[in-house]
């Protein structure tokens, strides 16, 4: 019995449209999602810190922190999370006795909560103690793997207050170097960047039009106790997306913004990381086993029936097929590029091109994330998830 790769014109036609529309998205978030600039920042600012076995990367984000422009105040909180390396010992010497800085110790999350939301519920709480309860400026939850210009800080805050929300999530430029790294993470920005336009979600107290980074979180300090803080995401695998929901149940603006050259995150250094990394949580990312299997299969189809067509239909459905392609490849470029904030080099367009093999790398990643959680076998930093 014979297969046929070459698609129909009905099926290529659509997924192309599809694609066309993320491409039409995409083109209109480049022109309107906000930009971080700097300004002077009078009020307190307070920077928390989650840090689990960070030893190789702690000491870089607190030189960053600690040359930090055009802030008034600030106040850094590094919350050693029951480490078992020496991310103590080099943040306090990376500290170099800076009085802003310091250091606490947490011995692991407690029952119902896992360990990131509970070292930054940890570390806010402490970071309360020091705040005028009349003035308590602002919050801000930074990964330990995140690089900072000087003035990133400052242009977050500015963002916070020009646009009157209680959460800005500046979105880090995503660095990516080994294969796995440079298939899966641009997917990050582009996932939403090519879906949900920017203008009208960054307006919206919907939940479902949410987007965040939990790298980094710049919080109202005032709206985030008020909420109840971690404590609403106590349990939750993706609690960066969550808090931000939970804002907006509550009435709160949340906004994304890009980071650009501001801030940049390296999360993975090998594909062991990154695939741990993402099937911790990707098993919650679609509601249920059914939606993850219907999701992916319509991602699957949309980045698969485009080239086949282009490669081996005829008339029509090659041209459809090769519209289809080219718009996915362009979303991706102009994704990347407003992310980096910089015009798109040769490999971006390479990593591009991928990107059907970055849609397959990334179901079997969903797949594999199910079937770990099923068998209880899903792991971070040396702790299980449940």
Same mark, same amino acid.
Not at 166 to 191: F, G, H, K, Y
């Given at each position: 019995?014979?297969? @046929? ?39 307190? &600012? ?29 106040? *850094? ?6 480490? #078992? ?7 306090? #010497? ?51 793997? &995140? ?9 977050? /805050? ?35 960047? #090519? ?36 404590? !609403? ?13 939970? &804002? ?9 913004? !890009? ?34 299997? /219907?999701?992916?299969? *319509? ?58 093999? @970055? ?8 797949? !594999? ?18």
């Amino acid at each position: 019995m014979r297969v @046929s790769c070459r698609p129909s014109l009905r099926a290529t036609r659509a997924t192309a449209l599809l694609s066309l529309a993320g491409a039409a998205v995409t083109a209109v978030n480049s022109c309107t999602i906000p930009r971080l600039r700097a300004r002077r920042v009078v009020e307190p &600012v307070t920077v928390v810190v989650p840090a689990r076995n960070e030893e190789s990367r702690v000491g870089d984000l607190i030189a960053d922190l600690r040359n930090q422009t055009l802030l008034d105040t600030l106040r *850094v909180i590094v919350l050693d999370d029951d480490s #078992s390396d020496g991310t103590a010992a080099v943040a306090t #010497s990376a500290f170099a006795g800076d009085s802003r800085f310091a250091l606490v110790r947490g011995e692991g999350p407690p029952p119902g909560w896992l360990g990131k939301n509970a070292a930054c519920h940890v570390g806010a709480t402490h970071a309360a103690r020091l705040m005028d309860p009349g003035r308590p400026g602002v919050l801000i939850f930074l990964d330990a793997d &995140v690089r900072l210009a000087p003035d990133a800080l400052a242009a977050a /805050v500015t963002e916070l207050r020009e646009s009157g929300a209680d959460l800005v999530s500046p979105w880090p430029r995503q660095d990516a170097v080994t294969p796995a790294e440079r298939l899966i993470q641009p997917l990050l920005c582009w996932s939403w960047f #090519s879906t949900l336009p920017v203008p009208v979600a960054n307006r919206s107290t919907r939940p479902s039009t949410v987007v965040a980074c939990g790298q980094f979180l710049v919080f109202d300090a005032a709206a985030y106790y008020r909420l109840g803080g971690h404590t !609403v995401v106590a349990g939750s695998h993706t609690e960066d997306l969550d808090i931000a929901r939970a &804002v907006r149940r509550r009435g709160g603006r949340t906004v994304v913004a !890009v980071a650009q050259d501001r801030a940049h995150c390296r999360m993975y250094t090998d594909a062991t990381a990154l695939r741990e990394g993402y099937t911790r949580w990707l098993w919650t990312a679609f509601g249920s086993p059914a939606g993850a299997a /219907v999701v992916t299969t *319509v991602a699957a189809a949309t980045c698969a029936i485009a080239p086949l067509a282009m490669l081996f239909g005829r008339g029509r459905t090659r041209a459809w097929g090769a519209a289809g392609y080219l718009a996915a490849t362009a979303s991706r470029v102009t994704a990347r590029a407003v992310e980096s904030g910089s015009a798109p080099r040769g490999r971006d367009v390479a990593d591009a091109a991928a990107h059907p093999l @970055s849609i397959g790398a990334f179901v079997r990643l969903v797949a !594999v994330s199910h079937r770990d959680r099923r068998r209880r076998r899903l792991q971070w930093k040396g702790r299980q998830l449940t």
